[in-house]
């Protein structure tokens, strides 16, 4: 089982920056897919990003592309996802995710990821 710990987030105005952390502990560290998701009030968890194992592919979704940047530290063990140019509809609950398999057209699905960080809240206010 693969162990995650989350850090960052936090409240910022509409056009600043983020970064988000997740370190993962345990077994298979490096053969996983990371990725991050978020989950507004109301609405279903959606995937943001992801890198598959050993960093060969990244993946994101449409509404962030060009603004998020996925990326690993290998020594430190590490994902993190910085966020820029934020905006209020980017606010909600962030997760890490890691995931036995090697991402993919799959790896928006939340049912792939056994493993999930405790959350950690971004607001952006308009």
């Known amino acids: 089982q693969v162990q995650l710990a989350q850090s960052g987030g936090g409240s910022v105005q509409a056009g600043g920056s983020l970064r988000l952390s ?3 502990s345990g077994w298979m560290e490096n053969r996983n897919c990371m990725a991050w998701f978020r989950q507004a009030p109301g609405k279903e968890r959606e995937g943001v ?3 598959s194992p050993q960093a060969r592919s990244v993946y994101y979704a449409d509404s962030v592309k060009g603004r998020f940047t996925i990326s690993q530290d ?3 063990n590490t994902i ?3 966020l820029n140019s934020l905006k209020p509809e980017d606010s909600g609950m962030y997760f890490c995710a890691a995931g036995k398999f090697s991402c993919g057209n799959v790896w928006r699905s939340a049912y792939n990821y056994a ?3 405790q959350g950690t809240q971004v607001t952006v206010s308009s």
């Open 22 to 24: 997740c370190s993962q």
């Open 115 to 117: 493993s999930w960080g």
């Open 80 to 82: 993190y996802l910085q």
């Open 49 to 51: 990003a992801a890198i």
């Open 74 to 76: 290998f020594d430190r």
